[in-house]
């Protein structure tokens, strides 16, 4: 009786894998056609990819959508850490709770209302548009997602260990550096790939905030796709998703390897644990 509900469960994810992933290997297989259109595949070359290392403009957008990305997770991956361990530790419950609405009423906003909330603010302080606006907008929207991703390990978190490191004499510095953040080192970096993914694939709020002589690869890719099927970009979305596997490839590994030093610490010697328990 249950073969044909694992078969039926590997059918549908195997249908929604391939809704997912069959355009982005669509757009991956036209990157190479010679016809440099995305109707017909009439041969492999790899000119779009030549043409791509040769245009500085992209070039020099992509570096700076990866400028834009490094330092504003990195930022919003600090705050928005202090941030979480700050709510953690309100005693009053109600306030908690209302510091935690607050933080996810920014995540379920829409990226438009955000977007114009910023380009209004940066308009009225006035606040040049460019680099600036966008890596303060980047940092804001992930600041929330660090805070969401941080909280759970806190909450795992073995509260007597902060007990004891005061009772020795420690201050909260040394607890903070000592204990808390070697606990939640998995959630930090978990907030911090997340909120560089989200800068990256942000269209919304960069599109806003963005100025003259300054655009992230969204924007670009969007300005040149209302102009025609450029199949450029085709070969740096290519590299980008290439980057993101490896990316994700990466987080993966440093998490197992972290739970399997845990095993090993964990790990009882089996002729021990027997001389433990027998009367």
Do not use: C
């Not at 939640?184 to 993914?197: E, N």
């Amino acid at each position: 009786m249950r073969k044909p509900k694992l078969t039926l469960a590997n059918l549908y994810l195997i249908v929604i894998f391939l809704l997912l992933y069959m355009p982005i290997l669509y757009l991956i297989y036209y990157s190479f056609n010679q016809a440099g259109t995305m109707n017909e595949f009439t041969g492999f070359t790899t000119e779009h990819y030549q043409s791509l290392a040769s245009d500085t403009r992209l070039i020099r957008i992509a570096l700076d959508t990866f400028r834009v990305a490094l330092l504003s997770s990195l930022l919003a991956t600090i705050i928005g850490t202090l941030g979480a361990i700050g709510i953690f530790f309100v005693r009053k419950r109600s306030r908690q709770q209302t510091l935690l609405g607050l933080n996810n009423v920014l995540l379920v906003s829409p990226d438009v209302i955000i977007g114009a909330s910023f380009l209004l603010l940066f308009t009225m302080a006035g606040f040049r548009l460019g680099f600036y606006s966008v890596l303060f907008s980047h940092i804001a929207f992930s600041i929330p997602i660090v805070v969401l991703m941080v909280l759970p390990k806190l909450q795992e978190m073995n509260l007597n260990m902060v007990t004891a490191a005061r009772d020795l004499g420690a201050n909260n510095w040394e607890v903070l550096k000592s204990v808390i953040i070697p606990s939640i080192k998995p959630g930090i970096l978990a907030g911090y790939f997340m909120a560089f993914t989200y800068s990256i694939d942000d269209f919304a709020v960069t599109f806003f905030v963005t100025g003259n002589g300054f655009a992230t690869l969204s924007v670009e890719i969007y300005s040149r796709a209302r102009q025609g099927i450029n199949l450029e970009i085709n070969a740096l979305s290519t590299i980008l998703f290439v980057l993101a596997l490896g990316l994700v490839s990466g987080y993966y590994y440093v998490q197992q390897q972290q739970r399997n030093r845990k095993r090993k610490l964990t790990d009882v010697d089996p002729t021990n644990h027997q001389k433990a328990v027998s009367p």
